[in-house]
């Protein structure tokens, strides 16, 4: 496994500046922002697809800091019903697809999306229960109609231009946001199709983080490292399904936390043994969107929470027997 991070943290910065930090604190693998929510202040699909000295100077600047990019993240809606957005967010995640294969990776990042309710919806709806019936119909229509049709056809775009894994990171709001749904996506579509896993979007739903591992196995293409820390007092009175601010962290029921200061480290040492037992040794990409801490401050006790929980070398032989 190697440390990596979310470049969108450090958006202010320019590529070079970024990737010079990221390195000195010991990052190996940097998730760029191509579009969509993340933005795409560190690569522009529209530039370094046409212009190939700026693809270059792009590509020159990962190698010269000694990184490697763990994935294009283009997180988005392609399925909103709001036909101008939908549009624009499926020409991101293709964009970002042409731009991995020049780029010579084969992963995205991802949204699964969320359409509307029927054809001419305005806003998408997230449907979280059965019943009433109408609820359930939503949902078949939504999954029958749009979710398993759309990115069916991506997955054959993507394959084309060498792109072999779509990750979609499992967050509420979004048709795939749990353990059952991504499962459901990947058959329909194929294998094409995986996780970005984010602890932090599982604790809240109260889901416990190495069950999910275990239930996702090989469909885990891409983890996030973000904690959440629930405040039980103001659970215990509203419930998780919390919608004030961010930044009314006093208030709300659970909070986005850096690495360490949700769970505590034998916590984060559990998912990584099993993630490694499932097989998966790939990048351990920090995002950092704790609002009680600075960007770096953030991101460097990740660093150092991670750098004592990490398993980075081969087992070898089983010497004890």
Partial sequence: M??????????????????????????????????GYPGNAHANPEILLNDAAKLQEFKDTIARHNLEISAFSCH??????????????????????????????????????CPGDHENAKYPNWVTCPWPNEYSEILEWQWNEKLIPYWTDMAKFAKEHGVDKIAFELHPGFCVYNTDTMLRIREAVGPEIGANLDPSHLVWQGMDVPTVIRALGDAIFHFHAKDTKIDPANTAKTGVLDTKSYGDEINRAWVFRSVGYGHDELWWKDIISNLRMVGYDYAISIEHEDSLMSQREGLEKAVATLK???????TGTAWWF
């Avoid at 991070?5 to 760029?32: H, P, Q, R, W």
């Avoid at 004592?308 to 081969?314: D, G, S, W």
């Fill in 2 to 35: 190697k440390l990596g991070v979310f470049t969108t943290l450090l958006s202010n910065l320019s590529l070079d500046e970024a990737c010079k930090y990221f390195s000195s604190i010991g990052i190996e693998m940097v998730e760029i922002g191509a579009g």
């Fill in 76 to 113: 988005a809606n392609p399925l909103s019903p709001d036909k101008a957005m939908a549009a624009a967010h499926d020409k991101v995640i293709r964009d970002t697809i042409l731009l991995c294969e020049k780029v010579g990776i084969n992963q995205i990042n991802t949204f699964s999306g």
């Fill in 308 to 314: 004592n929980v990490l398993i980075t070398e081969k």
